[in-house]
């Protein structure tokens, strides 16, 4: 038997006892940490299985399949939505086919699904749809269930009226001006015009009304949203204000199994936006 050989100090003794105990330290680290490993790869495996975890199609299913399936908005002028003949349109939709393009070769391998506001995440997470371009900000809330691209529109807040005295934010000032109930927004134009009165409304609908009948002189919302707006009411304009800047990201899921699809999603994106492919599309369908 080979006899073992310790590490001496400076004055030639032998430190047998702290050589055992570093000895004894890493051996514990390394049996802890495997122990750890074996856990979490056993609650994964259990989160998998029960189907917790985002459980979309990978990237050789859906070659296999031949088709792409996405969450898209059918109601969200101009990002997503029905023309005259009924065919979905908008610049989310737009992004989807080009996508299919890549990921397949063909501009119509792709399956697009309406989606509400409330289940554009959960159905990624449910394996109803690959991923989901549905007007969704990216939120470290959201990205603990989800995994996002990198953004494809910085959406924000902004103001739309019809009243052509107001130019400037300052024109604004003691004047009353709706906003969604409970929205972030409330919070933007408080910092930015502390001295209007602010008129809570539930609807974009009701927001119009309001305007109408004069009780405000303007909305504050959604740049995405108000640019369609302005495209069916003329008669309405964009103030060139932005209040915030927010992300709007693909929706992905999470695992290690999708990192493939993940790749391939955001090499797509960076690719649009430095062909400014993106940027065109944009100015198409008149975004800010």
Do not use: H
């Amino acid at each position: 038997m080979k006899a073992e050989v310790y590490p001496t100090d400076k004055s030639g003794g032998w430190k047998k006892e702290v050589y055992v105990r570093q000895r004894f330290f890493f051996s514990s680290f390394i049996l802890y940490s495997s122990f750890l490993l074996l856990i979490a790869a056993i609650f994964c495996f259990s989160i998998l299985g029960t189907g917790w975890s985002a459980s979309a199609a990978q990237i050789p299913e859906i070659q296999r399949r031949g088709y792409l399936n996405i969450a898209v908005k059918d109601n969200l002028r101009p990002l997503g939505f029905k023309d005259a003949s009924g065919n979905l349109q908008g610049l989310e939709i737009d992004l989807a086919k080009r996508l299919a393009v890549d990921f397949l070769g063909k501009v119509d391998a792709v399956k697009l699904q309406p989606v509400m506001n409330r289940d554009r995440l959960s159905v990624v997470l449910d394996k109803k749809v690959d991923l989901a371009i549905a007007r969704v900000t990216a939120t470290n809330s959201r990205a603990r269930l989800v995994s996002f691209s990198v953004p494809y529109y910085f959406d924000s807040a902004v103001l739309v009226t019809k009243d052509t005295s107001i130019q400037q934010l300052k024109d604004l000032a003691k004047q009353k001006i709706a906003v969604l109930q409970n929205s972030s927004t409330i919070a933007q134009v408080r910092y930015y015009v502390p001295n209007v009165e602010l008129l809570g409304v539930n609807s974009y609908e009701e927001a119009r009304e309001r305007i109408e009948s004069s009780a405000a002189v303007a909305f504050a919302a959604d740049a995405s949203v108000l640019s369609g707006w302005v495209q069916k009411y003329p008669e309405y304009r964009l103030l060139p204000i932005k209040l915030s800047t927010e992300p709007l990201s693909v929706v992905m899921p999470k695992g290690l199994q999708y990192d493939d699809l993940r790749r391939q999603v955001n090499e797509a994106i960076a690719r649009y936006t430095v062909e400014g492919w993106l940027e065109e599309r944009i100015k198409y369908w008149g975004l800010l």
